[in-house]
């Protein structure tokens, strides 16, 4: 790397090079300083040090957030693969000879994660049983790889461009309801009867409830009018089988229901969608992945195509 005005590599100190990376990843010197139990001022000063050993100026101040030039945008590069492979070697060394440890921390659905990952992450307990596992079940879609989170799983038409997004396989929407509601009320045979009959499904905080519907090339969309809302799939499935009304919800809340012969579903020509058709892992692409997170990774990349929804490659 070319370091400007005559700056030499042996100028730049490593650690106020990591420190960049912190930095830029954080967002802002507050943020930084807090993961790194620094003082924002400690912070600031190690940051001026590092521009003046390179000579030019890394990151441009707003009030909210720092920003990388040009030249800090390489020296970040540069940074984050240093500080990756020094954390790599740091667990090689640390974990040599033992079974593998670390903690790993998930955000997935709430419904998705307690019907059909939860067995899978039973599974994966019982293999790596000196691994962590720390589990939240949570549907927010803003700010998903907080610090506190490693990976997270979520339900999206695409996946954002910014992070690594490694296919789950499709998302299937159905419109169902109890046998018992079916009989006594009949079942929508046409996109436009959801608007009328008591609706029972998941809906984005603040926005209006609307489900789109594909058929061979042609997309259709209907908005909304829930009779029963809910984030917890669970609930809505009780819901369902209390006769409460068609519900609309992925496949897999009432797989077992389907099979029983307690839930029937209607308009199944169509391919529905509320929040996306896709499940997707998702993590940091800068972000150092421990030997930990890569074996869950895998593991569940690997149950995922066995249960035949998603691919066990990226």
């Not at 020094?86 to 994660?113: D, F, I, K, M, N």
């Not at 999206?156 to 299937?172: H, I, K, Q, T, Y």
């Not at 929508?188 to 061979?216: F, H, W």
Request: aromatic letters at 6%; one cysteine or more; charged letters at 25%.
């Amino acid at each position: 790397m070319t370091i400007a005005r005559g700056a030499s590599k042996s100028d730049v100190d490593v650690n106020e090079l990591t420190l960049l990376v912190e930095i830029l990843d954080a967002g802002n010197l507050s943020e930084a300083a807090r993961r790194l139990k620094m003082s924002r001022a400690n912070v600031s000063y190690h940051l001026k040090a590092l521009e003046k050993s390179v000579g030019v100026q890394l990151v441009r101040r707003t009030t909210r957030r720092v920003e990388p030039t040009e030249i800090g945008i390489r020296l970040y590069e540069h940074g984050r693969s240093i500080r990756n492979a020094l954390l790599a070697a740091q667990e090689s060394v640390s974990t040599l000879g033992q079974r593998l440890q670390g903690r790993v921390r998930l955000s997935v659905p709430s419904g998705y994660g307690q019907l059909v990952m939860s067995e899978w992450l039973i599974a994966f307990k019982r293999e790596y049983p000196d691994i962590v596992l720390d589990v939240m079940f949570e549907n927010r879609v803003e700010d998903l790889l907080r610090d506190e989170v490693d990976i997270a799983v979520r339900v999206m038409p695409e996946p954002p461009p910014s992070l690594v997004a490694r296919d789950m396989g499709p998302v299937r929407y159905v419109a169902c309801a109890s046998t018992a509601y079916a009989k006594a009320h009949g079942m929508p045979t046409q996109l436009d009867e959801l608007r009328v009959v008591p609706l029972i499904t998941a809906s984005v905080i603040g926005k209006q409830t609307r489900v789109a519907a594909y058929l061979d090339d042609e997309r259709h969309e209907v908005l909304l009018e829930p009779s029963l809302i809910s984030e917890n799939f669970t609930f809505l499935r009780d819901a369902i089988l209390a006769g409460l009304g068609v519900g609309i919800v992925p496949d897999y809340v009432v797989m077992e229901d389907m099979r029983a012969g307690a839930v029937v579903t209607a308009l199944d020509q169509w391919r529905l969608s509320i929040f996306g058709t896709h499940m997707y892992m998702l993590y940091m692409p800068n972000r150092h992945q421990t030997r930990a997170a890569l074996a869950f990774i895998d593991f569940m990349l690997e149950r995922a195509h066995k249960a035949g929804r998603g691919h066990a490659s990226a």
